[in-house]
């Protein structure tokens, strides 16, 4: 199945909040997606954020290559919540990049962005990102791999490790990868490091990983997508007091 049929974002998606304020919410989200009008030799997606047109390629062929709802969320979170998660010069990585649309919005917004996937998805990511930032950032984006829990400690030495922000979006599904996504959350982590992930609840998999990152992260629920099964969280390590 062409992985894009999979993602249509019904249009009853409210917050938990529920009632006006969060329809107003979610049409402003919705509003950020668009279609060419114009049919062109490659096929892509358009977004709206940080005052720019983004423009996306998807692939047909790759669930890691497609902008899921969730990344929407996330790239909407940190165009409207600035004052309390400021991305000006601060050190982010995005871990399953996929398209690169976190990332793109991220150095918009004025980061140092490091966007990782796995290596075949790295050339379609270099070109989203290239295309969308290429004389419009401060900090000019980069695309590295990062297969999880992989030659961590040689291509992301923890001495090296000083990101602020980890960013994530629906890095958790029906993958046999779960407990190396946890050890690289680990591995990036130091104890003052945010991570801001949105993941979609599908399976009882999701829930059980849930469980394994509260026994390492402090985790807090900052909103949620009920009729997605989407949740936006933040994390921070925990500390041995904490813990």
Excluded at 81 to 96: A, L, P, S, T
Excluded at 150 to 171: G, H, K, M, Q
Aim: some cysteine.
């Amino acid at each position: 199945m062409d992985p894009r049929a999979q993602k249509g974002i019904p249009g009853g998606l409210y917050l938990e909040k529920t009632d006006d304020d969060n329809k107003k919410v979610v049409a402003e989200i919705m509003a950020r997606c668009f279609v060419p009008r114009l049919i062109t030799t490659t096929s892509w997606e358009g977004f709206h954020f940080v005052g720019q047109e983004i423009r996306i390629t998807e692939g047909m062929d790759c669930y890691g290559a497609v902008v899921w709802p969730s990344a929407l969320v996330l790239c909407y979170f940190l165009e409207t919540n600035v004052k309390h998660y400021n991305m000006v010069d601060k050190n982010v990585i995005e871990i399953g990049a996929g398209t690169g649309l976190v990332s793109i919005v991220a150095s918009l917004l004025g980061a140092h962005v490091i966007a990782t996937d796995l290596p075949e998805l790295l050339g379609n990511l270099q070109y989203n990102i290239s295309r969308n930032t290429k004389m419009k950032c401060k900090h000019l984006p980069q695309v590295k791999e990062l297969s999880w829990g992989i030659a961590l400690d040689e291509n992301f030495p923890r001495s090296s490790n000083n990101f602020d922000y980890i960013l994530a979006a629906d890095v958790v599904y029906a993958h046999p990868f779960l407990e190396e996504l946890l050890i690289t959350f680990d591995h990036l982590c130091k104890e003052t490091t945010v991570i801001l992930w949105v993941m979609k609840f599908r399976l009882e998999k999701e829930n059980n990983f849930v469980d394994r990152f509260k026994e390492l992260f402090d985790l807090e629920e900052i909103s949620s997508f009920p009729s997605l099964n989407i949740k936006l969280y933040k994390a921070m390590k925990k500390t041995r007091r904490s813990a």
